[in-house]
């Protein structure tokens, strides 16, 4: 029988031409009376898609976005044309080859491709815009392990190359790993190599067997690991720790007497964390749609992780200060990995401290170990969601009521997040509600005050303000002065008597002085001279201000 090569011809088809949402493009090529279809991974509006030319319109009247998206395709297209040419130059010097021609052309294109299976699934990640940045530093993380296991003789050829058998050989090298950098002993933990398992199965579900690159009956052989799993020791002893209301107030103290603004804007966005429990990755939108009816403050948002909105009230005082102190603006906002490592420094400073024994399961090791950190080493972004759900586990908020702030759909995670390990907490809560009302973090509901304090006064306002009745009273009028000096408009300050919010008008003045006075140092000394009235202390910020004017 006659075959001639050369003329084997292949087009690119829609999935699904009259949706109005992006749909994937297929390549189909008719090889001994069979059709192959072959899928590029990519996607494109069916109105962006020119069948007779065989290409995505790219068109001066689209968005950028869509010229990005569109040309991406035709790159696509371009390599599999590629390819398939090869494919039939390699025919033509293997004619023999032809009565696989199907399977050969699959592993031509899929194996031939420009980018490996690693390399595929990085770019994939890099361009999903529906996962946070944690969960694609995450990813990476994945992959970098997985590249390092690839090179010791273990390489993959195309996505279905990874079977059960296989994953199972990954992770017990995984386990065997005893000279990681970042870990004491070289070990890997068991949950980060369980967890590592499980983000790999989420990448080729999403990214390979969505786009048809894998079998999923492949992907399900190893969907449940349970039968040769580790299972972690250290589970229900996570390293993570919640801050006590005590503590919470001294960051905030802190707060006050730090120079330098970039260690200011970390520590108050984690402190709205801690009182609005909002993930890292949602934290800058509490300010969005920020909303008051009746004196009570409500924060409307849609959760990144999970795509939840969720519609609440602030809970507590330092919330609606710290939030006011800022114009109702988030404060500026820094990486995750640099907040973090600035919240150990800024928490040690303040005096966070106290040992926590954190346990440790890693590699093919039998027995858990235990170490003891300070209290502020263990600071994280995360540390913020923790501290909420475990203060208001503290005053008696049902799991239930809790998720509803939170924003989780499991009452199981608000347990895992509740870090009361024993009585002994309830018992130093309400300790210091009876003899130290101070240290403790107020509603700003009164009547919720009155059933947590009783009916009780407090000793000394919150936050550690004046105690003396009458200095309490010359503050409030010396603020009123400087205001007014400052050209604050009279309405809004005349009728106040409440030190927080006089006290946050004043550090608004300190933001207005930053567009004359360009060195905050000249400011920060005036301000924290505490052996000077507000009186002293604004004719000496006047004086500085009209100074660096005329100058400018």
Request: proline letters at 2%.
């Amino acid at each position: 029988m006659q075959t001639f090569i050369q003329e084997l011809q292949g087009n690119f088809f829609l999935r699904s031409p009259k949706q109005t949402t992006p749909t994937l493009l297929y390549y189909v090529v008719r090889i001994n009376n069979k059709k192959v279809r072959l899928a590029t991974g990519v996607k494109v509006y069916p109105q962006h898609w020119d069948k007779g030319k065989q290409k995505a319109i790219i068109s001066p009247l689209h968005p950028k976005l869509t010229r990005i998206n569109n040309s991406l395709v035709n790159d696509k297209i371009e390599e599999y044309l590629k390819r398939f040419s090869q494919f039939k130059e390699y025919l033509c010097d293997n004619p023999s080859e032809i009565t696989n021609g199907g399977e050969l052309l699959k592993s031509f294109i899929y194996n031939k491709m420009s980018e490996n299976c690693i390399e595929y699934l990085r770019k994939c990640k890099d361009e999903d815009k529906t996962i946070s940045e944690g969960t694609k530093k995450d990813y990476k993380s994945s992959l970098d392990n997985l590249e390092r296991f690839c090179t010791q003789d273990n390489a993959v050829n195309k996505f279905n190359d990874f079977t059960k058998k296989y994953i199972k050989n990954y992770y017990n090298y995984l386990l065997s790993i005893d000279d990681n950098p970042r870990t004491k002993d070289g070990k890997l933990s068991i949950s980060y190599v369980n967890k590592q398992i499980s983000q790999l199965w989420n990448m080729l579900n999403k990214y390979a067997v969505e786009n048809e690159l894998m079998d999923y009956s492949i992907l399900l052989e190893w969907q449940n690991r349970g039968a040769w799993e580790k299972k972690d020791k250290t589970k229900n002893n996570e390293k993570g720790i919640a801050l006590r209301d005590d503590e919470v107030i001294k960051l905030w103290e802190y707060w006050h007497h730090i120079d330098n603004q970039n260690d200011k804007d970390i520590l108050a966005t984690f402190l709205l964390e801690c009182l609005t429990g909002q993930r890292f990755s949602d934290i800058e939108k509490i300010t969005d749609n920020l909303d008051t009816i009746h004196s009570i403050t409500t924060i409307q948002l849609t959760q990144q992780k999970t795509g939840k909105t969720i519609k609440v009230g602030i809970i507590f005082e330092l919330a609606k200060t710290i939030l006011k102190l800022y114009e109702n603006q988030m404060p500026q906002s820094f990486t995750n990995d640099y907040s973090n490592k600035r919240m150990k420094e800024i928490g040690k400073a303040a005096g966070i401290e106290g040992l926590e024994t954190i346990t440790r399961h890693s590699g093919n090791d039998t027995h858990v170990q235990s170490i003891k950190k300070q209290r502020y080493e263990l600071l994280s972004q995360h540390t913020g969601r923790r501290t909420f759900i475990t203060l208001l586990a503290l005053r008696e908020w049902s799991a239930n009521r809790i998720k509803q702030y939170s924003g989780h759909s499991e009452i199981e995670m608000v347990e895992r997040y509740t870090k009361i390990r024993d009585g002994v907490q309830y018992e130093i809560f309400h300790n210091a509600i009876k003899n130290n009302p101070a240290q403790i973090l107020r509603y700003i509901d009164e009547d919720e005050n009155k059933k947590l304090f009783g009916e009780q006064e407090l000793k000394q306002p919150l936050y550690h303000y004046p105690t003396n009745d009458e200095q309490f009273k010359n503050e409030i009028q010396e603020a009123k002065e400087v205001l007014a000096m400052f050209n604050v408009p009279a309405s809004k300050f005349v009728g106040l008597s409440d030190i927080d919010e006089l006290r946050s008008m004043m550090y608004g003045i300190e933001h207005q002085l930053l567009n004359v006075i360009e060195d905050r140092k000249l400011i920060k000394a005036i301000f924290n001279n505490a052996g000077k009235s507000l009186e002293e202390k604004a004719n000496e910020l006047h004086e500085l201000y009209l100074s660096c004017k005329s100058e400018n």
